[in-house]
């Protein structure tokens, strides 16, 4: 089964509402994904912006997510941190999720949610890492 990743927010090739983004409450929106393989012992999320003017804009980079979960809630955000797992610094320089903003005049952007399972049951890195995860 392959790893599959939706929010019941967001329409498949959707707009974003706005309260996900800097022009609302700037808040996660709510995940759900499955598929996770028997041999995954951790989850690693990254949300970003490939349309970026400076390239890809990393928006929120999530790991040690235990592997027996099957979502996330709506509501973290920079100023309201997650819960049973960690964080990375985003490149808006803060550590938790920061919603999409795109330059008025830079035109449509897409955003990715990836999902990966991995075979490590912690990255064991501190949490204010950067994205890069160096």
């Known amino acids: 089964m392959p790893l599959v990743i939706t929010s019941p927010a967001i329409p498949p090739g959707g707009e974003i509402p706005a309260q996900y983004t800097c022009d609302g409450a700037d808040i996660s929106p709510p995940l759900t994904w ?3 393989s028997d041999g995954a012992k951790s989850l690693v999320l990254i949300v970003d912006d490939p349309d970026a003017p400076s390239g ?5 980079a999530i790991f040690d997510i235990p592997a ?7 509501g973290y955000s920079a100023t309201r941190p997650a819960t049973g797992f ?3 610094r985003n490149d808006f320089r803060k550590v938790g999720y920061a919603g999409p ?15 990966f399972a991995i ?3 912690t ?12």
């Open 101 to 115: 903003c795109p330059p008025r005049s830079h035109g449509i952007h897409h955003y990715h949610i990836r999902l």
């Open 86 to 88: 960690r964080e990375a």
């Open 34 to 36: 499955s598929g996770v």
């Open 68 to 74: 027996g979960s099957r979502g996330l809630d709506a």
């Open 56 to 60: 890809a804009f990393y928006h929120w």
């Open 119 to 121: 075979s490590r049951p």
């Open 123 to 134: 990255l064991d890195l501190r949490a204010a890492r950067s994205r890069s995860m160096s």
